[in-house]
């Protein structure tokens, strides 16, 4: 089993900035991917930022120059650093990991996710 706990949501005021935070623990033999994702209130899940293995990073065009992602050095960590942030990022920010677990099978976890809310 593998378990995501995320953290680092609140409220923020626009143009204000938050940092989150997202620990992937239990079984895991490697990460291939780690990424951040939100779903607002009667919108379907969306891409925020991901983050490769090589490291390469794709992000969502509504929070490029804006949001940042990266891994902790220990491979166990994502984090996504969001500034300038608009009303219309509110949302439940969820994170995901994909990889294989010890027994060598893929998986792909998500955690229970955080929320940020952007409001004056």
């Known amino acids: 089993q593998v378990h995501l706990v995320e953290s680092g949501g609140g409220l923020v005021q626009p143009g204000g900035s938050l940092e989150l935070s997202c620990t992937a623990s239990?079984?895991?033999?490697?990460?291939?991917?780690m990424g951040w994702y939100r779903q607002a209130p009667g919108k379907e899940r969306e891409l925020v930022a991901r983050?490769?293995?090589?490291?390469?990073?794709e992000y969502a065009d509504s929070v490029k120059g804006r949001f940042t992602i990266s891994r902790g050095a220990v491979q166990n960590k994502v984090y996504l650093q969001m500034s300038n942030l608009k009303a219309e990022d509110t949302s439940v920010y969820l994170c995901?990991?994909?990889?294989?677990?010890?027994?060598?099978?893929?998986?792909?976890?998500w955690g229970q996710g955080t929320q940020v809310t952007v409001s004056s």
């Open positions: 995901n990991v994909a990889g294989y677990s010890t027994n060598f099978r893929p998986f792909n976890s």
């Open positions: 239990g079984s895991i033999f490697s990460i291939n991917n």
């Open positions: 983050i490769s293995g090589g490291a390469s990073e």
